[in-house]
């Protein structure tokens, strides 16, 4: 008889790997007993999961919800993809603000070759169209607008298409101020990193803005639904179907890296933090993004202010407070939102169950001392932020449309001064441009950052890295008007350089230099998801550990590479 393994007894090793330990005699039998139990009531499927064969032309793969069929992406990619697998039950209806409910199994074989759409929304720059999980020009007609949908619990997953097993995998959490995003987005393109770090490449869609991190404090509540985290437990919950999942998919359970970038760099932490999902994270990726919390009496006013938007804007709907949100529609709540600008939500929220009530002592106290981590930010992270400042001269549709048109190899006419207003230019001048943008790349980027690392520092943690990403060479007006700008790192991990929001950003002329930039920082990424450290060969260079950043750069030939320190 197989071995009954506990729950959640994880014991980590010296190299931060996990291992799990063998139940007590009673709770094996108590398992055992459950088991036995389960089989009798549910119905037949293929629960066992079973290894996906590489190399022999099929993707079908027997998940512990059922088979699924993904997609055979070829000889010019060299991987298999898997695209919208459910992982939870639609958070819909009596679902909504819930923790996400265990997807039903299936039986039949589920085709999994498309993405899932994103989840419901208020249209900004990095969401999904209106047309779908997609990004093209009518983004723009979204901005502003609902945008997705509720039904949206999905990941997706990429591997290379040969035989190996035990295959490191990579968790990415999509970014947009825990308010919009989508994995579709084909910045996150999982294909190119999977083949190239030869690992396994999730990404994972999860309820965002007011749908994802709401506490209201009702009464009567469990705990995880008053937490108000409900974005948060859909991460761990995607996380626990990896884990119980990576090895049909040729990937180690021990080894997975939570990687992402802007708010999902918060949510990395998060997860880092939680007693719910800690134990699964074994290596960590945060890019652009640090430990943030908010209270929950912050989270409480904001749910007050939210339900009397809706109450003034559905006055004779005869209904009041939550039971008047629950009634709407997703997109009429987008549209509350939007309306009374609201659309900000608090997130994520320190509510002692989800989230610690204080996260940095935790981190502290050395929940994370033997998980590496490999950080990374942006030189120009603010310049991505015009709009917080009024710096920009065109509104945000015909700055997508202008940015979504532009040839990169045929600049035209387009000038500094066509994109941001007078009062910052020139760009270098005292409390110019540059200088409004360095405001904000330090208060909401480079300082939490900072104190999150330095958290970890002082827990012992002995593998912690840092990059700063100082690359600018688009071509002229982009190259002052967004530089080194938040989140253009991510097509260089990647390596997804085709139609993005930042297709303006990449000419012929400048590809040489970039390609050698992005090559070494995939490298990076390799070496760090299989053995905990950037370090490789081809870097010509010691990578050293935080409080040192190693300088990532390239000019339109060349990679340029060089270090700071920051204390």
Sequence with gaps: MPAVWSRATVVREPSGRRRRTRSTPLRAFLGIVLALALLTTMPVTSASAQP???????????????????????????????????????????????????????????RTQQYGSGCAQPGRFFSPSPNGPFYDLAVRDGLQQPVGAEDCLTLNIFRPSTAKRDLPVVFFIHGGSNVVGYSADPMYDGRELARRAQAIVVTVNYRTGIFGWLNAGSAGDDSLSASGNFGTLDLVDALRFVDRNARTFGGDPDNITVMGQSAGAVNVWSLLVSPLSRAMVDKAIPLSGGLSTRSVAVARAYADRVMQAAESDHPSSGRSGMDLLRSLSADDLVRVLVRHQLDATPAVIADGAVIPSDPYAVLESGVGRDVPVLAGNTLEEGKLFGSAVGAHKPSDYDRFTAQYLFDPDNPGNLTVSDLL????????????????????????????????LNALARSGNRSLYHYRFDW?????????????????????????????????????????????????????????????????????????????????DADDRHVRLGSTTDR
């Design 52 to 110: 996906v064969q590489p190399g022999k032309g099929s993707t079908l793969v027997h998940t512990t919800l059922g088979p699924i069929v993904g997609r055979d992406e070829g000889r010019s990619s060299g991987t298999y993809s898997w695209l919208g697998i459910p992982y939870a039950e639609p958070p819909v209806g009596d679902l909504r603000w819930r923790p996400p409910k265990p997807h039903r199994p299936w039986v039949q074989a589920r």
């Design 421 to 452: 207003k007078d009062d910052y230019l020139p760009v270098d001048k005292p409390q110019g441009w540059n200088d409004a943008a360095g405001a904000l790349t330090e208060a909401v980027f480079t300082g939490i950052n900072r104190d999150s």
């Design 472 to 552: 600018n060479q688009e071509p002229a007006p982009f190259d002052q008007v967004y530089g080194a700008v938040h989140a253009i790192d991510l097509p260089f991990v990647f390596g997804t350089f085709g139609r993005t929001v930042f297709s303006y950003a990449f000419s012929q002329q400048n590809q040489p230099g970039r390609l050698r930039l992005s090559n070494l920082m995939i490298e990076s990424v390799r070496n760090f998801v299989h053995e905990g450290s950037p370090q490789h060969r081809g870097l010509g260079r010691t990578w050293e550990q935080w409080p040192t950043s190693l300088v990532l």
